[in-house]
């Protein structure tokens, strides 16, 4: 079993930064891709960013350029550092990580509320 805990949310106006934190325990030697999702409010949830172990990067399109995900492999840590924030950013960002196991389990952590607002 994986735990995943997300840190880092906030209230921050619009063209502002923030970083997201999520730190991994217990069976973390099973871990392989981590990402970030997101849900606003009645929208779905989406993928916002992936990074691999070995640290290849995958983006949403409205995010490229503005969010930059990294991971620190020796502290078990993703990260999502945030920049030049819109209130369309304004969700509850999850941390995920997948099992590198077959079949494949799949963590979440509990949320993180990142909300753009002046």
């Known amino acids: 079993q994986v735990q995943l805990v997300e840190s880092g949310g906030g209230l921050v106006q619009p063209g502002g930064s923030l970083t997201l934190s999520c730190a991994a325990s217990?069976?973390?030697?099973?871990?392989?891709?981590m990402g970030w999702y997101r849900q606003a409010p009645g929208k779905q949830r989406e993928l916002v960013a992936t990074?691999?172990?070995?640290?290849?990067?995958n983006y949403l399109d409205s995010v490229k350029g503005r969010f930059t995900i990294s991971r620190d492999n020796a502290k078990n840590t993703v990260y999502l550092q945030m920049n030049s924030l819109k209130p369309e950013d304004t969700a509850i960002y999850y941390c995920?990580?997948?099992?590198?196991?077959?079949?494949?389990?799949?963590?979440w952590g509990q949320g993180t509320q990142v909300t753009v607002s002046s």
């Open positions: 995920n990580a997948l099992s590198r196991t077959t079949p494949v389990d799949d963590y």
């Open positions: 217990g069976s973390i030697f099973s871990i392989g891709t």
């Open positions: 990074i691999t172990r070995g640290s290849s990067t």
